[in-house]
């Protein structure tokens, strides 16, 4: 239902009417609670909400508004960042916080110290060191010199902003999977849909089984962060969607051919996300550590009962 | 809309004291073993560990108690597997008979057959084989070339040969695939039947051991010269044989065999890594261990859709295929990554884990639909064929 709506948005809205619109049906304020004016809802819906916005290659923040408005315990266009260097003193920041997304249209954003500390910031202030990434996605640099922070509740803003991350990257990887798909069927060489031969084939069951996988683990990951503590999940899942950029971006640009790997094309909308995602909120190298250390500190002993236990909690 | 389906699932209540009762069980019953055999432990036979786990009512645990099945669910069921396979537990002797041969019993099988069969699958007494493959019939089942002839008294008279017949020695009662009418050119399917074969008892079968690359001796080839079976050994309906077999094969691919055979090679390289582990170390136990949370979250899913009543072929797929492609990447990446200094002849456990699943990984892709067949059968989900 809430999947059905908002794909509906990213179809049929013009771009640069997407983020009005998206203000004005007050989607940021999904997972704040009824209490606070929002919808209540958890990361499940979250998935419904941003799979759709990978999958249309929606050029909005939208997940960062709604992960900011929920930290912030308001709704608005705000954003979000654990990319911080600087200092905190009596209440006030002096320093960067980088790659924000669209930190140039925000009037707020949350961001959390090495300290852990989780603060926002208004952003009226700060100097603007504008960047993108390769999809042209603004990543900005917000640079602050003695601004008074608000304090929030304690958060791990990385895992935040890595799951949120990992939902996109499966819509993505829908979309180009889709994409290719379709134009197997279009495209005609020696006389058939190029479909219809079985070297494409297999190469599209690959792609399609690296999508799958990916779903499934951000969804599962969702579902455990909806429920308590998620990092083995969320790890899990960013790094199952990193490894899947390889063979999803390399499957499809093989199949579409010069076309497209051309500006106009629709493909690198996908691809050029899926790059620039696979290292923002920690690449395959950072997750794999992560999880390598964990259970190499809890022992081949408890490997499997980890594992299993993890969903075994659900059941109690 | 996502391409394919894979909602998590939700384990009911109840799990996480069923998942204890079978690991007190393991604990008390498994016999010792070492770390190489419990790699791929559903290759691995023990008779006796077969009959105590029909004994504790873990072999057809999902069918009728008239049957001697316990009638629980699908899903406690998959949580036994699991914890067999995690465990390295010898369960080869009655796998085929509890995950298809009894279940295809169940759904196409007449009262005395059910009868005759099933109380003593479950009590771990009768093992089971599957009669598919044949020297010209891998991949193309549908050209299966032993022949059954009806004689005039309704017995049949069988002659042709099955290979790669796994345990076929020990084993009660093969499931074999016959042809009963011609091959017609314009429907190659049609024509076959399925018949419930006593191999021990009837005349006219010769069972060969073949021996696999590492001396192994589960592969089998049977031949059938003018063995006769009475007309009760005919399965189901004569001439659906082909749509008979493969939803008996739909059962068998996203389960956790699918993904687990290389856990103990795992478990071994994590024993060997401590705090200091150099940073490839790390990494690649990280990584497997996201690839193996992943296609547990896959094949719990597709387990969740069966029981839902939805047919997840397309899933079923996926997860065999991904699944077989992490069993057979782990001993590669182990191989590339662990000290220099370890050689595969060593007799230290993770070097003889090593070696053997090198040597026996090779078949994880080709057992029950081969990749390429797999890959075919996603290729025509997402409508390309």
Known sequence: MLAETVSRLFAEVESDQLQPTIDEMGLAGLMLSEGQGGAGCGWEELFEVLEPAGQYAAAVPLGENILASQLLGKAGNFSLSPYVEGSLQEGKFSGEVRNIPWGRAVDTVVAQAATGDVFSLDTSAAHCRENHNLADEPRDTLIFDRQAIGPLESADLLQYCALMRSVQMAGALEGALQLTAAYTLERHQFGRAIGKFQAVQQQLAVFAVEVAAVSCAVRAACRAATRGDAAFQIGAAKLRANTAVEIASRTAHQVHGAIGFTREHQLRQFTQRLWSWRTEYGNDRYWSEFLGRRVIERGAEHFWSDLTARDDRVAG | MPTFSFQPVDLPPGIPAFRQQIRQFLQREMPDTSPENKSNCWGVADLAFSRKLGQQGYIGMTWPKAFGGG????????????????????????????????????????????????????????????????????????????????????????????????????????????????????????????????????????????????????????????????????????????????????????????????????????????????????????????????????????AGQLVDGQDPTLEAACVKDLGNALEQGIPHLVQRIVSSELFLEDQSDLARTLALLLQTSPSFSLRGGTREILRGIIARGLGLR
């Open chain 2, 71 to 302: 009638e629980r669910s699908a899903i406690e069921r998959y949580i036994l597997l699991e914890e067999l396979l995690a465990a390295g537990a010898p369960v080869g002797a009655h796998w085929i008979a509890d995950r298809q041969s009894g279940p295809a019993i169940l759904k196409y099988g007449t009262a005395e057959q059910q009868q005759k069969y099933l109380p003593a699958i479950t009590r771990g007494e009768l093992y089971c084989c599957i009669g598919m493959s044949e020297p010209g019939a891998g991949s193309d089942l549908a050209s299966v070339r032993t022949r059954g002839e009806q004689l005039a008294d309704g017995r049949w008279k069988l002659n042709g040969q099955k290979l790669w017949t796994t345990f076929a020695q020990h084993c009660d009662l093969m499931i074999a695939l016959v042809r009963t009418t011609p091959v017609d050119a314009n429907n190659r399917h049609a024509g076959l039947s399925q018949f419930l074969i006593d191999l021990k008892h009837t005349p006219g079968i010769t069972i060969r051991p073949i021996e696999d690359m590492v001396g192994g001796n589960h592969f089998n080839e049977v031949f059938f010269d003018d063995a006769i079976v009475e007309p009760d050994a005919l399965f189901g309906v004569e001439g659906e044989g082909w749509q008979q077999c493969t939803s008996e094969l739909s059962l068998e691919r996203s389960g956790p065999e699918r993904y687990l055979s290389s856990l103990a090679l795992y478990l071994e390289l994590l024993r060997a890594a401590g705090s200091d582990a150099e940073s490839t170390v790390v990494q690649a136990l990280g990584s497997i261990a996201t690839q193996l949370w992943t296609l547990r979250q896959m094949s719990l899913s597709v």
